[in-house]
C-alpha cells in the first residue's frame, strides 16, 4: 500500500524542486471514478480547488431536467468549458492554488490543448487516467450512483447507447505521460462511492465529517487489505489512505494563540479577510519583536478560518521608502479586488511615526496574495485619514472607505466615502458621523440594514465597541450602543472588520477583533465571533464562547461543550485561598495565587491522551477599575499599565513543561477567559496546577474562577 502511494503523490503534489502550481487532470469514462478521485484529492489536500463543468452548469443553472430542459445543456456545457477556462487561467496566474480538472478528457487533441494552456500559464500538468473495468461493471456503477443521489456529478442522464457511443469513441492516453489509475476492483469503488455519500450527506460541520470517515475506517483498512498489488496504482489505495490521512477540522478558538501550518504564530494583524475563487485570505500587519510598527503586511490562505497557511509578505517594507520604510506606518491593511482593472488593491493606514501625515496607502497586485507594488499615498478628498476600514455592498458591488479623521479637535469624525469604479481613488462623501470620536471602522451588511461598528480611542487598551444601525449608507444611522456585555472592554478587543459568510443553509456574521498586548504587540491575539443580529429588533450583539465549530459551507456553526472544574472543589497551596464571590462557579473564586508557592491544583480531570482546548475563567483588577478610577489614573502597581498577569500551567506535576498563560485586565467582578492548548493523560487522573510568572511587575496569577476542557479536535 505504502508504496502505490509514494508512486502518486510526489507527482501531484508541489515539491522544493518544483513549486509550481499543479494541475491533475483526470481522464476516463463516465462510472470510472473520476469525480471520486476529483473530490477525495480536494479533502485530503486542501490546496486543491475542482474545478468540473457539469459542477458549473449546475452553479449557473440547476440539475439537468429538474431545473432545465434537457435541449439547453449542451449550450450550457459550451458556457461552462469558457467559463472553466477562465477559472483555471485566474487560480494559476494567482499561483497559490492548484487545480484538480475533473472532466474526461475524451481525446488525445483535447488532453494537448489542455496541457498547452497549463504549460503557457507557467504552471505544470499531471494527467491521471482513471482505467475503466469492463462495461458492464461501468453500466452497475452508474446505475447505482443515480439511486444514491441525484447530484452535479452524475445529473446528466447516461444511457446504456450513451455509455457504449462512449466506450467505443474513448481514446484511451498511451505514453502522453499518464498515470495510470487502476479502478477494476467494482466493489471496492461501490463501498468508497457509499462512504463519500455519508460523509455527504450527514455532516454539519466538518468536525462531524471526520467523526464519520472514522467510523467508517475500518471498512476502509478492510479494503486496503484485500487489495492485490499490480503494475499500476490501484485506485482505492490512493483515494482511502489520502482520506484517512489528510482529512482535518478545527475549532476557532479565540483569544487563543493561533498558529499556520508550519507552526508560527499567524501574525495579520488588524487587516480583512477576502473569499476569493473558494479561499478565505487573510491581511495583517505584520509586527514584530523591536518592529512593531512598519513590518509590512501578511498574507495566509484557510478554507475554513481555522488553518491558515502563511504566503509570506504581501507587501514589503522598503529602506527609505518615504511611505514604506520600516520607520513609517503601515497600519489597517485592507485589500478588495478591482473588476475594471482585474488587480488586487490593498489601501492602509499611511504615516509617520508621530501621526503627522494621515494618508491612505494604496500598492497592486495581478494576484491576490502578492507581492503588492506601491502606487501612492493620498489624503482622501483633501482630509485627514487616521484608522482605515474598507467595505464592499454584496448587492451592488461598489466599495467604500471608512476612516477617522485624526485626533484633532478639527476632526473626531468617522468618514464614509465611496470609491471610483477601479477602487483607485475616492469619489464623494456618503455620510459623517460626527464627533463621535470613534476609530476603528467597519460594517456589516445584512438583507434589509448596515451596521457601523466602531471602537472608542484608548490606544492599545481595550474598550466597549459601539454600533450604528441604518437602513441605507447615506443615513439615516441611529444613535451608537454597546455591542457586548458591559465591563468586558468587548471581551477586551477592537473592532477592525467583520466578515459575512453566505453558505447553502445560513448566514453568519462573525466579528474580527483584534486582542492587543501592549507588552508584546507581536503576540497580540485574535477575537473571531459570531455576531448575533436581529434586523426586526434593529440589534447587535456579541456573545463569549470559548472554542465554536464552524462550517463555512454551510454557514452553520455551534459552541463545542466542555466540562467544567470549579475553582471552589480544587486544592490550594501557600498563601493561595479560596474567597466569596457572587459572581463566581458556587460563590467561591481562588485568588492569591503567586509565584512557585501559593497555587491552585484542578484534580480529576479527564483527558483524551490528545491535545485539547482548556480555558481559564478568571478575574484580574490590576487596573483597579478602568475608567472608574479617580482622573482616570493608570494601576498603582509600579506606575504603569500592566494589561495582563501571567500564571505558570503544569499538567501532571510536570515542572519540567510549563505552559505561560495571559491573563488581561477585567473589571471588578467580571470574569474573562483565556484557552491554552494542553496533552492530558487519557482518563479521569488527570491535574492541572496554576501558579504565578513575572509579568514585569510582579508574579500574580489572575484569581480564578474555573477551568473548562473541551473534547479533542479529532
Not at 108 to 124: F, M
Not at 261 to 281: E, M, P, R, S, Y
Not at 386 to 398: I, N
Not at 458 to 467: F, I
Amino acid at each position: 500500500m505504502d508504496g502505490t502511494i509514494r508512486k502518486l503523490l510526489p507527482r501531484i503534489l508541489r515539491s522544493e524542486a518544483d513549486s509550481r502550481s499543479v494541475v491533475v487532470m483526470t481522464c476516463g469514462i463516465a462510472g470510472a471514478g473520476k469525480s471520486t478521485f476529483s473530490k477525495a484529492l480536494v479533502l485530503a489536500h486542501p490546496n486543491f480547488e475542482r474545478l468540473t463543468l457539469d459542477g458549473i452548469v449546475a452553479e449557473k443553472h440547476g440539475i439537468f431536467k429538474a431545473d432545465y430542459a434537457p435541449e439547453n445543456y449542451p449550450a450550457y456545457l459550451d458556457e461552462a468549458a469558457d467559463e472553466c477556462a477562465t477559472r483555471l487561467t485566474r487560480l494559476l496566474k494567482e499561483g497559490s492554488k492548484d487545480v484538480v480538472f475533473d472532466r474526461a478528457f475524451w481525446n488525445k487533441a483535447d488532453r494537448d490543448e489542455a496541457k498547452n494552456l497549463i504549460e503557457s500559464l507557467g504552471a505544470r500538468w499531471v494527467l491521471v487516467y482513471l482505467k475503466a473495468p469492463d462495461k458492464a461493471t461501468l453500466w452497475q456503477r452508474i446505475c447505482h450512483r443515480r439511486e444514491v443521489e441525484v447530484n452535479a456529478d452524475c445529473a446528466y442522464e447516461i444511457t446504456q447507447d450513451i455509455l457504449d457511443m462512449y466506450w467505443t469513441g474513448f481514446e484511451e492516453p498511451i505514453s502522453e505521460g499518464e498515470i495510470v489509475v487502476d479502478t477494476s476492483t467494482p466493489n471496492e469503488a461501490t463501498v468508497l462511492h457509499n462512504s463519500l455519500k455519508l460523509v455527504r450527506v450527514s455532516s454539519p460541520s466538518p468536525l462531524t465529517a471526520l467523526r464519520v470517515i472514522n467510523k467508517i475506517r475500518c471498512i476502509f483498512i478492510f479494503i486496503l487489505i484485500f487489495i492485490k498489488p499490480t503494475g499500476h496504482i490501484i485506485f482505492e489505495d490512493v483515494i482511502i489512505a489520502t482520506l484517512i490521512v489528510g482529512a482535518q477540522a478545527k475549532y476557532i478558538v479565540p483569544g487563543a494563540r493561533w498558529r499556520d501550518t508550519d507552526g508560527n504564530l499567524v501574525n495579520a494583524h488588524a487587516g480583512n479577510v477576502v473569499f476569493d475563487q473558494g479561499t478565505f485570505w487573510l491581511f495583517g500587519e505584520y509586527k514584530t519583536e523591536g518592529q512593531e510598527e512598519g513590518g509590512g503586511v501578511s498574507v495566509y490562505s484557510s478554507n475554513d478560518l481555522a488553518t491558515w497557511k502563511s504566503h509570506g509578505i504581501a507587501l514589503e517594507s522598503i529602506e527609505g521608502h518615504p511611505y514604506l520604510s520600516p520607520s513609517m506606518i503601515i497600519q489597517r491593511p485592507k485589500v478588495v479586488y478591482s473588476e475594471a482593472t482585474e488587480q488586487y488593491h490593498m489601501w492602509w493606514h499611511a504615516d509617520n511615526s508621530s501621526y503627522g501625515l494621515l494618508l491612505q496607502g494604496l500598492a497592486t497586485s495581478d494576484t491576490i496574495a502578492g507581492p503588492y507594488s506601491f502606487v501612492n499615498a493620498t489624503a482622501p478628498l483633501g482630509n485627514w485619514s487616521q484608522d482605515f476600514g474598507l467595505f464592499t455592498d454584496y448587492k451592488d458591488g461598489r466599495s467604500y472607505a471608512l476612516y477617522s479623521n485624526g485626533d484633532r479637535r478639527e476632526g473626531r469624525d468617522v468618514y464614509l466615502t465611496s470609491y471610483n469604479e477601479e477602487v483607485s481613488d475616492l469619489d464623494s462623501v456618503v455620510y459623517r458621523f460626527d464627533k463621535f470620536d470613534l476609530e476603528a471602522p467597519t460594517i456589516i451588511q445584512t438583507e434589509k440594514s448596515y451596521y457601523a461598528l466602531m471602537s472608542h480611542k484608548t490606544g492599545y487598551r481595550p474598550n466597549n465597541v459601539v454600533a450604528f444601525r441604518a437602513d441605507k449608507l447615506s443615513g439615516p444611522w441611529s444613535q451608537p450602543w454597546i455591542v457586548a456585555p458591559l465591563n468586558t472592554r468587548t471581551f477586551n478587543s477592537q473592532s477592525g472588520y467583520t466578515l459575512r459568510i453566505q453558505g447553502k443553509k445560513k448566514t453568519t456574521y462573525l466579528y474580527l477583533g483584534d486582542q492587543w498586548d501592549s507588552n508584546s504587540l507581536w503576540e497580540s491575539r485574535y477575537i473571531w465571533l459570531p455576531l448575533n443580529i436581529d434586523d426586526k429588533k434593529k440589534t447587535l450583539s456579541l456573545e463569549w464562547y470559548d472554542v465554536y465549530d464552524l462550517d463555512v459551507k454551510s454557514g452553520e456553526w455551534s459552541p463545542v461543550q466542555g466540562k467544567a472544574y470549579l475553582g471552589k472543589d480544587a486544592t490550594t497551596s501557600g498563601n493561595a485561598f479560596k474567597q466569596e464571590a457572587n459572581f463566581a462557579s458556587g460563590g467561591t473564586i481562588v485568588t492569591g495565587i503567586y509565584g512557585n508557592d501559593s497555587t491552585v491544583t484542578f484534580h480529576g480531570i479527564k483527558g483524551t491522551g490528545k491535545p485539547q482546548w482548556v480555558s481559564f475563567h478568571y478575574q484580574n483588577t490590576d487596573d483597579m477599575g478602568f475608567g472608574d478610577q479617580p482622573g482616570g489614573s493608570p494601576d498603582r502597581i509600579g506606575g504603569a499599565w500592566q494589561l495582563r498577569r501571567i500564571s505558570s500551567v503544569v499538567v501532571n506535576g510536570d515542572t519540567k513543561n510549563v505552559e505561560t498563560l495571559y491573563q488581561r485586565d477585567t473589571h471588578k467582578g467580571i470574569l474573562l477567559s483565556t484557552p491554552l492548548q494542553l496533552t492530558l493523560k487519557k482518563g479521569r487522573e488527570n491535574t492541572i496546577t496554576v501558579g504565578g510568572l513575572f509579568n514585569g511587575v510582579d508574579y500574580k496569577g489572575a484569581d480564578l474562577d474555573r477551568i473548562v476542557v473541551y473534547p479533542s479536535e479529532d
